[in-house]
């Protein structure tokens, strides 16, 4: 069956770093990727989307990869900030929608 | 431009009840889905629908119903409540018609439910 996983323990990096973020995949071949960011008791927002044929993505300080031969996604958060801290989510569309199980990313100041 | 809106934010049910938990959007998309969270866990997929008086089943619809009998709403139906279904329960939409696809779902507040 189709699986996700992403980073499975809370990553904790000091202000100003970059935090790296992954998201691995198994059994499927997602036409897209998306990244979403959710707050404690909110609702997730989208972030950041690739296609399966695009190999980075960049938006202000994320970037997100996407290697189709080893099925993974890196999401990387340059000059992190305590405002960064939250839950990040993967999600694959093909002809099915996935989310992972996300990964709590706290900024130390 | 209220984007997703769900009612309510919380309810307590009793084992056995029913409810329906509302969703509703004004963007005028064509795709709404359902998911359920649980701590810990990612968004399951429980229906969703691709236009009016159009669903189908996702990951985990066992125990739900929806309808959808307009573009707007998108109201998600539990029968005969099990402590099993205490979650957090998610609404979004997404337009798939735009040429300019992003991709991007848009996701309601949230309704917490919990089954005693």
């Known amino acids: 069956s189709q699986k996700i996983e992403q980073n499975s323990e809370a990553l904790n990096i000091q202000e100003g770093k970059t935090a790296t973020l992954t998201c691995n995949y198994t059994?499927?071949?997602?036409?897209?990727l998306q990244w979403y960011r959710q707050d404690p008791g909110r609702g997730p927002v989208f972030l950041l989307l690739?296609?399966?044929?695009?190999k980075e993505k960049r938006k202000e300080r994320l970037k997100v990869t996407f290697d189709t031969t080893f099925k993974q996604s890196l999401f990387h958060i340059t000059a992190s900030q305590p405002a960064d801290s939250a839950t990040y989510l993967c999600?694959?569309?093909?002809?099915?929608?996935?989310f992972g199980t996300g990964t709590s990313l706290t900024v130390i100041p | 431009n209220a984007g997703v809106t769900q009612t309510p934010k919380f309810r307590i049910l009793k084992i056995g009840q029913s409810m329906t938990l509302q969703c509703t959007q004004d963007?005028?998309?064509?795709?709404m889905y359902w998911y359920r969270q649980d701590p810990g866990m990612g968004l399951k997929l429980i229906y969703y629908?691709?236009?009016?008086?159009?669903?189908d089943k996702g990951e985990v619809p066992n125990g739900y119903n929806v309808s959808r009998s307009t573009t707007e709403d998108f109201p998600l139906r539990l029968e005969l409540a099990a402590p099993s279904q205490t979650s957090v329960y998610f609404c979004?939409?997404?337009?798939?018609?735009?040429?300019?696809?992003?991709?991007?779902?848009?996701f309601g507040e949230g309704s917490r439910l919990t089954v005693l």
């Open positions: 690739i296609r399966e044929n695009e």
């Open positions: 979004a939409s997404w337009d798939r018609g735009r040429t300019s696809y992003t991709g991007e779902l848009f």
């Open positions: 059994n499927y071949s997602p036409a897209y």
């Open positions: 629908s691709v236009g009016a008086g159009i669903t």
């Open positions: 963007m005028n998309h064509n795709y």
């Open positions: 999600h694959m569309t093909g002809n099915q929608f996935y």
